[in-house]
């Protein structure tokens, strides 16, 4: 995998923040509703998204994640945000140490430097934001810097082929010419858009 050699907890910290602001976005109306991601209905997306803060956080400290929960559960209908905010918390307990970025992370998908394992995370929520977004009727972009970044990021370290298999993820999506860099994003990951557009 391609890396920056910048210093991802930037970029990471944005996308978190974004996160929370879509998590405070979401009524209890909208947990069982529907979301791209045709696995998670938007309670388990949020508790998806959340699992990827807290299985980072294992990474970081050098833990398997092979037993940890890909989706948190058992949280109040209201206590999503600030279930978020905690996790993140604890995960920049750990991250927040500069040495973890280059400390080498065993990961289901391989062993990488900290800051390749930080980064696949950003990809995470930022296209899982994306997909929260247009599930329960927000703003789906992200800060267009934010977006640009991981997308330029996500060019490279998961290249259009090959697709499938071992990398998880399917065939680029062409992408509207008026697709934000928070959509192209989702289109480069292989998530068809079109349909949830406003």
Not at 23 to 39: H, K, N, R, S, Y
Not at 105 to 126: I, K, Q
């Amino acid at each position: 995998m391609t890396t920056t050699t910048a210093d991802p907890r930037p970029l990471f910290h944005a996308a978190l923040a974004w996160a929370h602001d879509l998590f405070a976005g979401v009524t209890p109306d909208q947990l069982t509703g529907p979301t791209p991601c045709t696995e998670f209905d938007v309670r388990a997306l949020m508790g998806h998204l959340t699992a990827t803060i807290e299985r980072g956080r294992l990474l970081g400290l050098g833990e398997s994640v092979a037993d940890a929960p890909e989706v948190i559960t058992g949280v109040a209908d209201d206590a999503w945000p600030a279930t978020l905010d905690g996790t993140a918390d604890r995960y920049w307990q750990v991250w927040n140490d500069d040495a973890v970025l280059d400390r080498a992370v065993v990961a289901p998908w391989g062993t990488f430097p900290g800051r390749a394992a930080m980064l696949v995370s950003l990809n995470e929520v930022l296209v899982h934001g994306w997909d929260l977004a247009v599930a329960t009727g927000q703003p789906s972009e992200a800060d267009s810097a934010l977006a640009e970044a991981a997308l330029a990021i996500m060019q490279k370290a998961l290249p259009e082929s090959p697709r499938g298999g071992f990398v998880p993820f399917g065939p680029v999506v062409p992408t509207a010419d008026d697709a934000g860099a928070t959509e192209r994003l989702v289109n480069w990951a292989g998530r068809e858009s079109a349909p949830w557009r406003g």
